[in-house]
């Protein structure tokens, strides 16, 4: 296993321009990485996979509106590789989070978690409430929560692409993995854009995990305490946005909504036509739901 990357072997870089990368220490002393996008009040975004941060781009142009702070969690992107791969574990990686608010010296910090990363974003929140001035859940995965989405649930989705030619190939690959037969989980990757164009194909070609020992250490034993994080973001009293894409198998509309009633302040939208990458699909359109929440 890689040890800790030493300073001298740092992923940060020099200057302030779009997409720099700057690093920070995180308890274990693992040098994490974070990128900056647009200017204005800080809104800090942590991303799914765990993958490297940059496939959520500038989410579509919302940092028009705000200056994003990107993650790279730990063994992804620019981000150093711990020397204990049990920190991969979605509860841990909510001590990063709370390092990086520390690190840019904020006393509470908006966040935005788009799908794998919206479960240490929500025991964050459960655990720091205090700590967060808003937060916006992007086709969230919902483990942290125990929320359990059936085959049936992932079916009645795709069956509202049946018109498309890639269908019957992809409903196939979706119909396996669903019965634990095998299954090509590229051949499903045009259920989670709600167009599948060649920008969709360049975007889920680039953006795969790169790191699967951080994939599969993300839900390891012990990860999540449901229970706990149930009770903890019923005392959130910060604003929440949860958007869902209409179309999307990994985060669907039914479950996200589920999720939304956990919260006090919570506020639901499903983006028509849309998938996992609703940035993507309809960029104007998200980026006017999520401007006017953060607003």
């Known amino acids: ?11 940060s870089a020099s200057g302030s321009g779009p997409g720099s990368a700057f690093a920070f220490a995180a308890p274990d002393g693992t040098l994490l990485a974070h990128r900056s996008h647009g200017s204005g009040d800080p809104l800090v975004c942590v991303p799914g996979g765990p993958a490297d941060s940059a496939y959520l781009g500038d989410l579509g142009g919302l940092s028009a509106h705000r200056r994003l702070i990107v993650m790279d969690l730990r063994g ?16 841990r990686l909510v001590d990063d989070i709370e390092a990086l608010r520390e690190h840019l010296g904020l006393e509470r910090i908006d966040l935005l978690a788009h799908s794998a990363g919206a479960n240490p974003t929500m025991q964050y929140a459960a655990r720091f409430p205090e700590r967060v001035g808003s937060l916006a859940l ?10 359990v989405i059936t085959g049936e649930t992932r079916r009645e989705l795709a069956r509202l692409r049946a018109g498309e030619p890639w269908f019957p190939a992809a409903f196939a690959a979706l119909e396996a993995l669903i019965a634990g ?9 045009p259920f989670f854009y709600g ?3 060649e920008g969709a194909r360049r975007h889920h070609a680039a953006s795969r995990p790169d790191n699967p020992e951080a994939v599969s250490g993300l839900g390891a034993e012990g990860a999540f305490d449901p229970e706990a994080t149930r009770a903890g973001l019923a005392a959130l009293r910060a604003p ?18 589920a999720c939304a009633e956990l919260f006090p302040d919570a506020a639901l939208v ?9 940035w993507l699909d309809d960029a104007d359109r998200f980026v006017a739901a999520a401007a006017a929440f953060l607003a």
């Open 270 to 278: 499903v983006q028509r036509g849309a998938g996992h990458y609703p």
């Open 1 to 11: 296993m890689t040890a800790t990357a030493s300073p001298s072997a740092s992923p």
């Open 240 to 257: 929440v946005l949860l958007l869902a894409g209409e179309f999307d198998l990994n985060s669907p509309p039914r479950s996200v909504a």
């Open 76 to 91: 992804t992107g620019r981000s150093g590789v711990p020397r204990d791969t049990s920190s991969y574990r979605s509860d």
């Open 195 to 197: 167009r599948w164009d």
């Open 138 to 147: 992007i086709t969230p995965g919902t483990r942290a929560v125990g929320t």
């Open 181 to 189: 037969t095998g299954g090509d989980r590229d051949a499903i990757a």
